[in-house]
């Protein structure tokens, strides 16, 4: 077993401020398990650590091993670990709950009243190894390292869509960023009627959106969403509305395509408050609104996995980045780019099944 290993660690505050260092390899508790790791993702939330915009400024404690989206395999497990094996692989939920407050014990284990994330308020995953709590894991089967590391994005994706009704309807997809373009391959892969994919100026994404299986894969600034959304609904507009931009005028566009009795989804986090005209938009046209947060653990996991192996969903387009764990710096860079979907970085000793 190795002593010293290769973290990616914020080190200090500002933009970049980021360092491959050699740290101790962790010991588990009682608790977790030792994941040597396979390949790690970049999420969006990565990005405002890297930039440290205000909410990583108010939130995250330098110096911080980062990251929350992995794929490994079991190396060691702590005293009271049940259920896994030495060898197992795996992924995990990075909402780390603590199964005792009146959220957990009613089922709502993803709004924990004392949640912590790790590779946030926690030490990250973007390391050679990992000591996770082992209640966090989910096994992965043979399923390809690139898919099995997105399944946080995956599920909330997963979570969004399948808390509306999406099978035979019309769906909105507000945004095409990873968990956009994911959410569309998900109604797709259940069986929505028409999926209309709307992202803004970025041209690769909404390509990509088309890629994913949107019907329509449109501009907000240079298309006619509404006459588009209309013409291909009978004139009544879209049943559901799945909106992951965080943006108060695709919020105000979205409901505008939504049919009377329609139901919008909002996983998109927004910069400050939004209004709207709760009269016209909501309460006459019967709309439901409804906020989303994480994953429900861990039936989204089961279902997400269910999705994976029945063959219908298709994610080959949304990994755009294989990279090495060294390239990092390379990785983030097309991230900020937004020319990417998912950016996937793989240890030195796994062989990733490229074309899987
Ligand atoms: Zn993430
Ligand atoms: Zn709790």
């Not at 019967?286 to 994610?315: A, C, H, P, Q, V």
């Not at 900020?336 to 998912?342: A, E, L, T, V, W």
Request: charged share 25%.
């Amino acid at each position: 077993m190795k002593e010293k290993m290769k973290a990616i660690v914020k080190v200090k505050s500002g933009e970049g401020g980021t360092e491959m260092q050699e740290v101790p390899v962790p010991k588990p508790k009682r608790n977790e398990a030792l994941i040597k790791m396979e390949a790690v993702s970049i999420c969006g939330t990565d990005v405002h650590i890297y930039e440290w915009d205000d909410w990583a400024s108010k939130r995250i404690k330098v110096p911080l091993i980062y990251g929350h989206e992995f794929s490994g395999v079991i190396e060691e497990l702590g005293a009271d670990v049940i259920g896994f094996q030495k060898g197992d692989r795996v992924s995990g939920e990075c909402h780390v709950h603590d199964n005792m407050c009146f959220q957990c014990r009613t089922g709502n284990a993803h709004i924990c009243e004392n949640m912590k994330i790790f590779g946030v308020d926690m030490t990250g995953i973007f390391a050679e190894y990992s000591a996770l709590p082992a209640a966090n894991l989910l096994k992965s089967g043979d399923m390809p390292a690139k898919f099995v590391t997105i399944q946080d994005p995956l599920g909330n994706a997963v979570h969004t869509a399948f808390a509306t009704d999406v099978p035979g309807r019309n769906i909105a997809v507000l945004g095409l960023g990873p968990i956009g373009l994911m959410s569309v391959a998900v109604c797709k892969a259940v069986g929505a009627r028409k999926v209309f994919g709307i992202g803004r100026k970025n041209k690769y994404r909404i390509n990509l959106g088309k890629e994913c299986g949107a019907d329509f894969a449109l501009s907000s600034l240079t298309d006619d969403v509404e006459k588009i959304v209309a013409d291909n609904t009978e004139g009544r507009g879209v049943d559901v509305v799945l909106e992951m931009t965080g943006n108060p005028h695709a919020v105000n566009q979205g409901l505008d395509l939504l049919r009377p009795g329609g139901t919008l989804a909002l996983l998109g986090v927004f910069s400050g408050p939004w209004t709207t005209d709760l009269n016209e938009k909501v309460i006459f046209k019967y709309t439901t609104i409804k906020g989303i947060n994480g994953r429900l653990m861990f039936d989204t996991w089961y279902r997400m996995r269910g999705l994976m192996e029945s063959g219908n969903l298709n994610l080959d387009p949304i990994v755009t980045h294989e990279l090495k764990f060294d390239e990092f710096e390379e990785g983030m860079a097309a991230m900020r780019s937004g020319n990417s979907g998912k950016v996937v970085l793989y240890m030195d000793w796994f062989k990733p099944q490229r074309n899987a």
